[in-house]
C-alpha cells in the first residue's frame, strides 16, 4: 500500500501561496494519497474544488478514522534520525505540519510533537510543504536516500536583468533544457522544482513591493 501524507493545516485561510504548493502536492502524490487534517470553517469555504479532491478533514490527525499514533511518522525538523526507504514499511502515515516554510522557521511542527509521534527528518534545510512532501515520496516509493536526492539551497529567482529574490530554503533540483543567447545554444542547468504558477506570484509579490 502508498504511503499516506497528512497535511495538518495551521493556518485558518489558505492564501495564493499555500494553494500553489498543497495543488504541487496534488498532482505529485494524488489525491487518494494526501490528507488535510485540521481545516477550519474559513479554511474550507476558501479552498480551491479540485483541492477539496483529497481527504479534507476539520479534525486533526489523531481524529482521522482508522488512525493511530504508532502508525504516524511525523516529519520534524528537531528529530534525531533521518528519514529512510525503509520507513514506508514501518509507518502508514506520515504527517506534516502546514506551513513549514516559515522564514526564520517558527518551530509550529512542535504543536504536533508533543502528541508523542514518532518522528524523522528531512537534513538540517527548510524546506517548503510541497517540497518536504515531495522529497519524502521520492525516499518512500522511489527508494532514494535522503542524502543522494539533488537539492538547491537558497536559490535565486531572476526576474529580469536587475531583479531577483533568493528563497530562503530547500529544493529539488530538477534539470531543465535552456537556450543560451545570443549563441542559441541549448544547454541543460539545474533548476528548483517548484510549483507551477509560483514563479508569476513571486514575480507580483516583488514587483508590489516597489509599489508606494
Known amino acids: 500500500m502508498a504511503p499516506k501524507y497528512v497535511v495538518e493545516h495551521m ?27 485540521g481545516l477550519t470553517e474559513t479554511t474550507l469555504e476558501t479552498m480551491p474544488e479540485d483541492l477539496k479532491k483529497a481527504h479534507c478533514h476539520s479534525t486533526d490527525v489523531l481524529s482521522l478514522p482508522g488512525i493511530t499514533l504508532d502508525q504516524v511518522c ?8 533521518p528519514l529512510a526507504p525503509e520507513d514506508a514499511d514501518r509507518f502508514t502515515y506520515f504527517l506534516f505540519g502546514g506551513i513549514l516554510g516559515d522564514d526564520p522557521p517558527r518551530d509550529r511542527t512542535g504543536e504536533l510533537r508533543k502528541l508523542g509521534f514518532a518522528n524523522r527528518h528531512l537534513g538540517p534545510v527548510q524546506m517548503t510543504t510541497d517540497t518536504a512532501v515531495n522529497v519524502t515520496r521520492t ?57 507551477p504558477g509560483m514563479f508569476e506570484l513571486l514575480k507580483k509579490d516583488n514587483e508590489a513591493s516597489f509599489e508606494f
Open 11 to 37: 493556518e485558518d485561510g489558505m492564501h495564493e501561496w499555500c494553494q500553489l504548493e498543497y495543488k504541487h502536492m496534488l498532482s505529485r502524490i494524488g489525491a487518494d494519497n494526501l490528507y488535510f487534517s
Open 74 to 81: 511525523l516529519l520534524d525538523p528537531a528529530a534525531k534520525e
Open 139 to 195: 525516499v518512500l516509493e522511489d527508494k532514494v536516500p535522503l542524502d543522494q536526492i539533488p537539492y538547491i539551497d537558497h536559490p535565486e529567482i531572476k526576474f529580469s536583468k536587475k531583479e531577483s529574490v533568493i528563497m530562503p530554503f530547500r529544493y529539488i533540483a530538477v534539470d531543465k533544457q535552456v537556450i543560451h543567447t545570443p549563441t542559441g545554444e541549448r544547454r541543460t542547468v539545474q533548476k528548483p522544482l517548484m510549483p
